[in-house]
């Protein structure tokens, strides 16, 4: 089963708008990434987080994480069409090394 | 080369044939992870290399599927007696440790069984 869960599945929005997206984990972990995808492509490292962080920033991201409740959310400020791509979490569990991706967000900025 | 190279690119098998993928991590990366991705689904961990330690093959899906590492560097995934439902993305990354973080990807190479 998935550790990582996105929610939405899709978003799409207008130039300009923020995005945000949501991700649900279930164990304990060392850190949780997000990627970029584009069609056809493999994926991009976005931004990292460690268990002991609550916010980072990086650009026009800003990525939250909550250990009590095991979610996180990435925010996409002033989004571009360029922007538009799949977006997925993925989590380092404390038990082993391995990196776990969730289904992934496809997100859609409509210029 | 600069980045994670992996080939080839597409790859278009017969059921039941043997197919070698291939991958070029980024030079001093210790770490090599391999994935798969059916379309428009997230990746499915299947088997990561660190250094000489032995490497962590629990995703792998059947006895089919192997993988080694040669020398620390280059990586060949082969897929044995290939049936329709191996059609998929093979993703490769590298990072310079498991505990490193960032993964660092290749585009994947294609693979379509008929």
């Known amino acids: 089963s998935q550790q990582g869960e996105e929610d939405p599945q899709a978003l799409s929005i207008q130039e300009g708008e923020n995005a945000t997206m949501n991700c649900s984990y279930k164990?304990?972990?060392?850190?949780l990434q997000w990627y970029r995808q584009n069609s056809g492509r493999g994926l991009v490292h976005l931004i990292l987080i460690r268990s002991n962080e609550r916010e980072k920033h990086s650009g026009r991201l800003r990525v939250t994480l909550d250990t009590s409740k095991k979610s996180s959310s990435l925010l996409i400020t002033a989004s571009r069409a360029a922007d538009t791509a799949s977006y997925f979490c993925a989590t380092q569990e404390t038990s082993g090394s391995r990196l776990t991706f969730g289904e992934g967000t496809q997100l859609t900025v409509n210029p | 080369g600069a980045g994670v190279s992996q080939s080839p690119s597409n790859k278009v098998t017969e059921k039941g044939k043997d197919v070698e993928l291939r991958c070029d991590p980024i030079?001093?990366?210790?770490?090599l992870y391999w994935y798969r991705q059916s379309l428009g689904q997230g990746l499915e961990f299947l088997i990561y290399f660190q250094g000489n330690s032995a490497p962590d093959k629990s995703g792998l899906p059947s006895d089919r599927f192997s993988a080694e590492r040669t020398g620390g560097s280059v990586s060949t995934l082969t897929i044995q007696r290939t049936q329709q439902e191996d059609s998929a993305v093979y993703l490769c990354a590298s990072s310079l440790t498991v505990l490193a973080g960032a993964l660092h990807f290749g585009n994947g190479t294609r693979l379509t069984v008929t």
């Open positions: 030079s001093g990366h210790t770490a």
């Open positions: 164990t304990s972990i060392n850190n």
